[in-house]
Structure formats: structure tokens, C-alpha cells
């Protein structure tokens, strides 16, 4: 039977019927056998079927004869932290992030945090898993509780002068997801005031899945910026992987605008280092990492392209427009909790708002933010943009789906791995009439 829960880079499947404890446990053994550990830790996000997951692919593990790490309620971040910290050779988290409430998944790595994808193992544990033929259980292995939290939070402030640190006023949306978990456990250590919205773990999601990337979800983190008159908003995805922030007048700051903020802290304290970044958006990044004697460098969009760059280019830092940032110092992970504070830490260095540290930037670098389309044919779309501005373009590159430049525009045209989605991302060169032009012509195409 072929398991359709498992995808390009984890697993995430609708409960029972693509993913359920037997499904679980073969996971567990099939991890085992593939990846070969002593020592493997796991952990679970808020949903309300991922405890009796966890226990299911526990049992899996044990019965390979691996000792079992078990960290309990936790974020995907802390996986990847513990994981490298307590020097594991394996981490594994049940989390499905921002789907549907009623599904589940799993994210996994290897020692040292390099996380298992399609071409790095994942396909081999989904065979075994289907297969089913795992034979009697080898004597168990153990099982016992594991406490890093402190040693996270640690890491996490370490970030930042939290001395230099002043009195600044947050919102910060957790969505019913994992963040307030970390933030009732940080706030002791910051000078910080939390208006707290949505706060409380509740795999019910009573608000909605949380996922600020749309944007219907974001009114609730604008007003309460506004009411508030707060210096930051910020609000996280379920597992907390991705933040996203809103200034002080509560616009949502597109991800891209971070990853050139980001990369410019980063290469302020670390002269001439390597900066990776996706595809979709690049012009900006580009031009601050150059301008500051770093390398940009260009990777395929997702966690596991730009991890397995990072660490071959020992960059600093890693950014994509969809509000994934990573950390050389973080095992080469991605992070939710460590670009607010870096952030906040900017706002209270500098002296200056977000607005007033990203304007400049939007105005010489105006960009449509990612745009999705269903397409039943989404392979003819590319082919079709393609054909239409081969003649004009100064340059095709076809790292990630389609990016076309021009002398005053580009754009990146990409497929969804898990739907008949496409993706749209245009920018120019600080005309934002274009963009618009530009987007809406592109969308035209699309539509026809």
C-alpha cells in the first residue's frame, strides 16, 4: 500500500486515513533501519492526535533497539536544537505545522540536525514503511524523558546584548500554536512588554490554523498593533518555524524585505561571509550582501536546499521570502524565535522603527509578494511565460521553475511540490507602477 503521506522534505497526512499509529510505528522502525541510530529525540507540536503519534513511532524505535529521548511538547526549532545539542543521532518531531487541523506529519533529522529529505533517505523509509516486513522486534531500547529547555532558551538570548536591550512593546500572535510555549518561558530575561494574542496551545485552532501568510489571518495581529500602539507585531505558524512581522503602524513586512535586514546584521559582525537565499526574490538580498563585501549566494527554495548550501559555503545566514531564516550558529536551522529577537534587538541598537530600517529597501527594491494560482497544467504556464519573453529577457535561469530578468524587472514563476499550484514573485528596480503592470500581466497569462 502506497503511503501517500509522505512528501518531497516530511511527512503530513489527514488522520486515520493517510496517516494513524500504525502508519506511525512503521515509521519508527523504517527510520531505524535506514538512518541506523543509538539515540534518537523526539518531541510533538499542540495537535490534538500528536501525542498518540509520538507514542506510536516510539514504540517503532524501541523495538529497532534504539533509546528514545523524549522532549515532550515542543516547537519543530527545539528538535533541531536538541538534536544537535544533546548530540543525538537522529531527531524527530510529530508536527503538521500550518494544515488542516485534522492532520498530522513528522519532520526528521540526522545527527548534527541535517535534515532527511526525498534524495537524502526519506524515500528509502517510506519503502520500508510500505513494505511492512520488519520482522520480530530486537531487544528494546530504552525510553526516558529529556530536558533542554533551558539550554535552548540560553542559546536564544545569546543573540542579543540583552543588556543593551530597552523597554519595547510587542504583540506577538501565536496562533494557538507552540510559540507561547517559548515566549512565557523567555519573558523573565527581556525588558519587553507581550500583548499576547491567541496565546494559549489549542490544537482545536479556534481562531483558524495558524499560517500569517495569508492574509486573512493577519487582522487580528494588525489591530491589536494599532489598539495597542505597539513598537512590533509578530505572529508564527503552528510549529513556529516562520515568523512573520507587522510594524508599528501594523503593515505586514514582506519576508523579503527580513532576509536583506537579516543578512545585513550578520555581515556587520562577520566581514566578507557567505549569505544563501532562494530564488524568488533576489535583487535586494543581492545588492546589500554585495554592497557589504559578502557572497550571495543562490539555492533551490526549500529548508533542505538551503541547509545542505549553507553548511557547503559555511554561510552565516540563510533566508527565503516565506519567512524561513537560518543559522550557521543554530546547526544551519531554521529559526522562528531567533529573527524577532535580532529584530527587536535592531529596533532597540539602532534607534530606528522596522518601517524606517526596511523603507528605503522597498522603495528601490518594490516587489508583488508570492502569489498563488491554481493551474490545472502548471508545467504549460512556465513553458508558456518562457516562450512569451525569451526575446526581451537578459536572462533565464532555471534554478527553481522559471526566473526571467530584465534591465528593470524579474520574475520567478514556480510549481507547488505537493499541488497543481503555481507561484508568482515580480520586482523591479524602484518602480512600483511596473511591478503592477507587470504582475497583472503575468497573472493574465496565467488566468488564459
Known amino acids: 500500500m502506497e503511503l501517500t503521506c509522505f512528501k518531497a522534505y516530511d511527512v503530513r497526512g489527514r488522520i486515520p486515513d493517510q496517516l494513524n499509529e500504525d502508519v506511525a510505528y512503521r515509521i519508527g522502525r523504517a527510520f531505524a533501519q535506514v538512518i541506523k541510530p543509538r539515540h534518537v529525540v523526539v518531541g510533538h507540536d499542540i495537535r490534538l492526535t500528536s501525542e498518540e503519534i509520538k507514542a506510536a513511532l516510539v514504540n517503532g524505535l524501541r523495538d529497532e533497539g534504539v533509546d528514545v529521548f523524549d522532549i515532550g511538547r515542543c516547537g519543530t526549532e527545539e528538535i533541531y536544537f536538541a538534536t544537535s545539542h544533546a548530540k543525538m543521532d537522529g531527531g524527530i518531531v510529530v508536527t503538521a505545522s500550518h494544515n488542516p487541523k485534522d492532520y498530522n506529519g513528522m519532520k526528521f533529522v540526522r545527527t548534527g540536525s541535517e535534515p532527511i529529505s526525498g534524495d537524502s533517505g526519506l524515500l528509502d523509509i517510506k519503502a520500508l514503511a510500505e513494505a511492512n516486513d520488519f520482522g520480530a522486534a530486537l531487544e528494546r531500547g530504552d525510553y526516558q524523558p529529556l530536558d533542554t529547555g533551558a539550554a535552548y532558551i540560553d542559546h536564544l538570548l545569546s543573540y542579543v546584548d540583552v543588556a543593551a536591550l530597552r523597554p519595547l512593546k510587542l504583540v506577538v500572535n501565536a496562533g494557538n500554536g507552540g510559540a507561547g510555549d517559548v515566549i512565557d518561558r523567555i519573558e523573565a530575561s527581556l525588558p519587553f512588554e507581550f500583548i499576547k494574542l491567541h496565546h494559549e496551545p489549542d490544537g482545536n485552532f479556534p481562531h483558524g490554523v495558524p499560517n500569517p501568510l495569508l492574509e486573512e489571518n493577519r487582522a487580528p495581529t494588525i489591530a491589536a498593533v494599532r489598539e495597542h500602539n505597539a513598537d512590533l507585531g509578530i505572529a508564527w505558524d503552528g510549529d513556529f518555524d516562520r515568523c512573520f512581522f507587522f510594524d508599528a503602524q501594523g503593515n505586514f513586512i514582506e519576508g523579503y524585505y527580513l532576509v536583506g535586514l537579516l543578512a545585513e546584521a550578520f555581515l556587520r559582525r562577520n566581514p566578507g561571509a557567505s549569505v544563501v537565499h532562494d ?138 511540490n505537493t499541488e497543481p499550484v503555481v507561484r508568482l514573485n515580480v520586482e523591479t528596480r524602484a518602480d512600483e507602477a511596473l511591478m503592477k503592470a507587470k504582475t497583472e500581466e503575468l497573472l493574465a497569462m496565467m488566468a488564459s
Request: net charge negative; charged share 25%; with cysteine.
Open 279 to 416: 530564488p524568488r526574490l533576489t535583487w535586494n538580498t543581492e545588492d546589500i550582501v554585495s554592497g557589504l563585501g559578502g557572497t550571495p549566494i543562490q539555492s533551490k527554495t526549500g529548508h533542505a536546499f538551503i541547509k545542505e548550501r549553507m553548511r557547503k559555503e559555511n554561510a552565516v545566514y540563510g533566508g527565503e521570502m516565506s519567512a524561513h531564516h537560518y543559522f550557521r550558529d543554530f546547526a544551519f536551522c531554521d529559526s522562528g524565535m531567533i529573527p524577532w529577537l535580532l529584530v527587536a534587538g535592531l529596533i532597540c541598537e539602532r534607534g530606528q522603527s522596522l518601517a524606517q530600517m526596511v523603507e528605503e529597501r522597498m522603495q528601490a527594491y518594490p516587489c508583488s509578494g508570492e502569489i498563488n494560482r491554481e493551474i490545472a497544467d502548471p508545467a504549460s504556464v512556465l513553458a508558456k511565460a518562457e516562450a512569451h519573453y525569451a526575446d526581451s529577457a537578459e536572462s533565464v535561469d532555471h534554478t527553481d521553475g522559471l526566473s526571467m530578468t530584465f534591465a528593470e524587472w524579474r520574475f520567478n514563476l514556480r510549481m507547488s
